[in-house]
């Protein structure tokens, strides 16, 4: 009888915890993920790396430098790929003088404006003095808002439109959605700057402050991107906090958003400090824009003050990628590269792991839906763009949206009215910058 009881309890405990323990290992294994990459287009042993710049600025609008010697300087460091955006000027090739404004482009009136001739036009985009490397000139290159004070700034291409619009402070939309009627695709430029986020990193994570991101990109598949390095990564030191929070909040409705890095260079010292590397399998533009909406690129800069420390500078070339492959049945992505310290993954804007391979399922519960990677060594850093990694449930795991908080009384109604309104003046915009930011 008591041998009875023993045995009773025992299998009664041997119960329980079969019952509490095995739920826990099965879950555990049972974690799969649908994982999408941005790579999976690429032909790796055909397909050729160039090296791009896509923001820009010469005397056509605020930059210190004619069109031809900013067209030569990134010529002779070796760029493939070439983008003069200048604000609220339209770019039509090197070898063209572009309508100006009067109130931006007063460099007509002080400078003898040289554009690219014709025989060096014909010979830089062919190549003739670089062992037959030709460097591409983008159509229709533009800095839109030109003229805002806070800064909302959007880079756009492909598509003749933006000449002389002016814009209004922190309205992305109408620029973004113009430059999508009319054919073309759109990147947001430094939106840390547009935050102030370099001296409150908690707008880089608030909703409330990212909407104005959020919403165009959702709303427009025109708009591809953002920049998450722009030139020395000084007031835009937040960017990829921003990036990392963005796609928390896109990648669950179906929009991932590229990272783009680029130079927004007004004076020489500015120029060739960042870079894309776009994977293409020819030097067009029909394969630049291909590139651009799919994602088939890395973002790669010589300033990282967040993840190199303040005083980094790259004096090196940047690492090699070679491969990127990803395992579906193993929930593996790897990265086969050279010249490079260190690989480090990231979800969610933490680094999780590091290393050649990542195996999601080791991570599951720090990845919300997606993992990007980024390698560093003496030349600066390097950036995938996100691999999407769907669980099933993506949208229990990411970052919940919350509504938007209004006024709670008829008071504060009227002042927040009354600050919208000042903000959308130039005088306005000022007193806010130097007072509530």
Same mark, same amino acid.
């Given at each position: 009888?008591?041998? +009875? ?33 941005? &790579? ?44 003069? +955006? ?17 109130? %931006? ?36 290159? %533009?800095?839109?808002? $030109? ?13 003749? &439109? ?63 991107? /953002? ?17 990392? +929070? ?7 409705? $179906? ?9 927004? +260079? ?36 010589? &300033? ?16 090699? /990628?070679?491969?990127? #492959? ?36 080791? &991570? ?12 560093? #060594?003496? $030349?600066? %850093? ?56």
């Amino acid at each position: 009888m008591k041998m +009875s009881k023993k045995i009773t309890s025992v299998l009664l405990v041997v119960s329980l915890l079969v019952s509490f323990v095995l739920p826990l290992s099965v879950s555990a294994v049972s974690v799969s993920y649908d994982i999408t990459s941005p &790579y999976e287009t690429v032909d790796w042993d055909t397909w050729n790396q160039y090296k791009a710049q896509l923001h820009t600025h010469t005397l056509y609008s605020d930059g210190t430098m004619d069109v031809k010697d900013v067209v030569e300087e990134y010529y002779a460091r070796d760029y493939d790929i070439l983008s003069i +955006s200048d604000h609220g000027v339209v770019h039509k090739g090197w070898d063209k003088v572009p309508e100006m404004l009067d109130i %931006i482009g007063y460099n007509q009136y002080i400078n003898n404006l040289t554009p690219v001739s014709a025989e060096r036009y014909k010979e830089l985009t062919t190549g003739a003095d670089r062992d037959g490397r030709p460097m591409l000139d983008v159509p229709f290159g %533009i800095e839109l808002n $030109g003229l805002v004070v806070r800064k909302n700034h959007v880079n756009g291409f492909f598509a003749d &439109y933006g000449q002389g619009i002016l814009g209004e402070e922190e309205d992305y939309e109408t620029v973004i959605a113009g430059n999508s009627a009319a054919g073309g695709i759109t990147f947001i430029n430094h939106p840390g700057d547009f935050l102030a986020a370099n001296r409150d990193e908690s707008r880089a994570r608030n909703y409330n402050d990212l909407k104005v991101f959020i919403d165009p990109l959702l709303k427009y598949d025109s708009c591809v991107g /953002i920049e998450v390095f722009n030139c020395m990564d000084t007031a835009d030191r937040a960017d990829r906090i921003i990036w990392d +929070s963005i796609l928390q909040y896109t990648i669950p409705q $179906g929009k991932n958003v590229w990272g783009f890095s680029n130079d927004d +260079s007004h004076y020489l010292d500015q120029i060739g400090v960042t870079q894309e590397i776009m994977l293409m399998p020819e030097l067009t533009n029909e394969a630049l824009r291909t590139a651009m909406e799919d994602g088939t690129f890395f973002a790669c800069s010589t &300033y990282a003050r967040k993840e190199m420390g303040e005083d980094f500078v790259g004096t090196a070339d940047y690492a090699d /990628i070679h491969y990127i #492959n990803v395992d579906d049945d193993k929930d593996e992505i790897s990265v086969v590269a050279s010249n490079y310290d260190e690989i480090e993954w990231i979800a969610d804007g933490e680094i999780i792991a590091t290393g050649e391979t990542i195996n999601l399922r080791e &991570y599951s519960d720090e990845i919300s839906c997606y993992v990007r990677f980024q390698i560093k #060594n003496e $030349g600066g %850093i390097v950036l995938s763009q996100p691999f999407v990694c769907d669980d099933g449930d993506m949208s229990d795991d990411g970052a919940k949206i919350p509504e938007a908080k209004e006024p709670n009384n008829i008071i504060a109604a009227f002042f927040k009215e009354l600050l919208d309104m000042l903000r959308r003046t130039i005088l306005g915009e000022l007193i806010y910058m130097n007072t509530v930011l």
